[in-house]
């Protein structure tokens, strides 16, 4: 233990050297102005989101008083509380779209993180032939939107006949190439030593998939999930999915926002309800998403 | 020649016998990929082929397919006057926020990359926040309101600027370059996390040795260390900025209405929507799908052999 902390001591006046020694190729002067640019970027980037958000706490007679101001004078949370009231009296409550949004989610990124890692496994750590070929075409898939592939994967769902059920949307999400891709870059860094002590050990395939590598890739985890929540959260599904019931938050927000100027407050609140659930994911574990991205890069 | 192609053909069949070997041999590992490549086969390479072979069809879902050559494709490219809008509309977009973007993206990453650690973590957060906030751009439509209320509008009037409110949204010499806004908004997306992990994981001591070898200032040091080490992350970022650029339709749809005025706001993608889910011409649609497959590959690896020779 301590023979650890002095090597971290050791490490960190290296660092502090280093640190110092690169000061000679900075001028105080640049640094300064490119604080000073990055501050106010950000303040011009950030602003649409604050304004979203303090846009759903304004009352009423606040949201549509002139000039506007910025910020909410007097905050309350009854747009969001009304998108409950008001629309819990329609024939499908807010509450019914909310829940539609968060099984389709819930399965869809469950799903693709079980079947996604289960492949990149085995693509990182064994030889097998055909290896490389599949991957390549992952990477391929990577290069082309899913617009491409909209309008054939209606028919290929016609065809399963799951057009209208929440698999439409759930089951090609747990394909994701851009999951695949980022778990097998990060499992190629784990050890394969670990993997072949266990293997002598007597253990199974399955069980240093389950028992060894998945607990050590945890990082990669979360980096699937907020891009596997990111792109079913903001998911329309209107095109395979028709039955009102069935559809999902960001359908129900456009119907609240064509609702004309009565509706402009609960349209503010789903809004912000839209896009807190992607940002909070993100701001929770974004150390563990750079750290997965450090093994993203794509190499010839 | 006789005896150099028997040897060929012995080899061929040697090596294929240790492929299949193997194969059996790794009969866990396909088991375990099955799943996935089950899926991906059925919703992402069944799709493209399945979109090229209907291309060359007429098929609208209730009478089988007709096969038709390459009457689609003619007519997208010498009658479909609004095919050819979507088309300089979306190459417009993607020149214009594609690379910019992708600067941006990289610009940000680098300068954010030396701040101490939590305030670091504060600006990919920020940076990163429009992307992932899912239909936040919709908020755009009250910035840009067509009447005396919105803020631009009434921030260029009070400036005397403008003497009557524009229609952002209406009129056809605004749509884009405002869309265009947007979207460069939102573009510091997976990229930009790419670049900022990659950026941290370039080895320190390249650059001790950099400045022994003479390296002056921030800008040579991003040239001959920097760039070079983050090769391969360029290469994920391009490809994310490609796709991102080519795939334009949500925004357009979302602030210019669907369809636009004189379908100024048109897109490949927009237009795929139409011929595809309105009116039922799938065979049409897939041709566009195909096109549109086609530019964003090419492009792709247009934009690869490009970014090969950086830094060397």
Sequence with gaps: MSKKKKQETVEAVYHKKLVKRRKPNRSIAGDIGLYVFLFLVAVVMFFPIVYAVSNALKPLDELFKFPPKILAQNPTLDNFSDLFVTLGKSWVTFSRYLFNTVFITFMGTFGHLIVASMGAFVLAKYDFPGNQTFFKLVTVAMMFTGYVTQIPNYLILNKLGWIDTYWSIVIPAFASPMGLFLMKQFMEGLPTSLIEAAQIDGASVWKVFSGIVMPNVKPAWMTLIIFSVQGLWNNKAATYIYSEEKKTLVYAMQQIQSGGIARTGQGAAVLVVLMVVPIAIFIFSESQILETMASSGLKD | ?312
């Design chain 2, 1 to 312: 020649m006789k005896e150099y192609l028997r040897k060929y053909f012995i080899l061929r069949k040697h090596n294929r016998q240790v492929a299949f070997k193997k194969a059996m041999k790794s009969k866990m590992c396909y088991l375990f990929l099955l799943p996935y490549a089950l899926l991906f086969v059925l919703f992402y390479v069944a799709p493209v082929v399945v979109s090229i072979f209907y291309s060359f069809t007429y098929y609208n879902i209730l009478e089988s397919p007709r096969f038709i050559g390459l009457q689609n494709y003619v007519s997208l490219i010498l009658e479909d006057d609004i095919f050819l809008i979507g088309l300089k509309n979306t190459f417009l977009i993607a020149v214009v926020t594609g690379p910019l973007g992708y600067i941006m993206s990289f610009l940000f990453a680098w300068l954010i990359n030396e701040l101490p650690r939590w305030v670091r973590s504060v600006a990919v957060v920020v940076f990163y926040a429009p992307s992932i906030a899912g239909n936040c751009y919709v908020i755009f439509s009250v910035f840009f309101r067509g009447d005396a209320y919105g803020y631009v509008n009434a921030f260029l009037m009070n400036l005397g600027i403008i003497d009557t409110p524009i229609l952002w949204f209406i009129d056809p010499t605004y749509m884009l370059p405002i869309c265009m806004l947007v979207i460069l908004w939102m573009s510091l997306g997976t990229g930009f996390l790419s670049f900022v992990a990659g950026l941290q994981g370039v080895d320190r001591s390249q650059f001790e040795a950099g400045y022994m070898d003479g390296i002056k200032n921030r800008w040579q040091e991003l040239w001959y260390i920097t760039l070079p080490n983050m090769k391969p992350m360029l290469m994920f970022g391009a490809v994310m900025s490609i796709t991102q650029a080519f795939g334009v339709c949500d925004v357009t749809m979302a602030l210019c209405g669907y369809p636009s005025t004189d379908y100024a706001a048109r897109t490949i993608v927009t237009h795929l929507f139409d011929y595809g889910f309105t009116r039922f011409e799938m065979g049409y649609a897939c041709a566009i799908a195909t096109i549109l497959f086609l530019l964003m590959i090419l492009c792709n690896k247009a934009i690869q052999s490009l970014l090969r020779r950086v830094g060397t």
